[in-house]
């Protein structure tokens, strides 16, 4: 499969937003599962969030209200943007689109 790319990451300060995009180089339509991980230093990677090609969408407790995950099919692009940022979000952030990773994209909040 061929590997989706991650892009959006960076620093911010606590309280700040940040949009992450994953873009897949074939079509997303037919793939059901699409997700946004994390995983911090000296931390197991965990999911953030879960849409399925039904929309249906899933999220860690830790995100719930402050996270978004979204997809375009048009463009190949699963997204998640991220509100109300806290230094505890600090961690690379890896896309998967059905059973391919992406590289990762590293996410530092901090004032």
């Known amino acids: 499969q061929v590997q989706p790319v991650e892009s959006g990451g960076g620093l911010v300060q606590p309280g700040g937003s940040l949009r992450l995009s994953c873009a897949a180089s074939?079509?997303?339509?037919?793939?059901?599962?699409m997700g946004w991980y994390r995983q911090a230093p000296g931390k197991q990677r965990e999911l953030v969030a879960h849409?399925?090609?039904?929309?249906?969408?899933t999220y860690a407790d830790f995100v719930k209200g402050r996270f978004t995950i979204s997809r375009d099919n048009a463009d190949n692009t699963l997204y998640l943007q991220m509100n109300s940022l806290k230094p505890e979000d600090t961690a690379v952030y890896y896309c998967?689109?059905?059973?391919?990773w992406g590289p990762g994209t590293q996410v530092t909040v901090s004032s």
């Open positions: 849409i399925t090609s039904g929309g249906s969408k």
């Open positions: 998967k689109t059905g059973a391919a």
């Open positions: 074939r079509s997303i339509s037919s793939i059901y599962g």
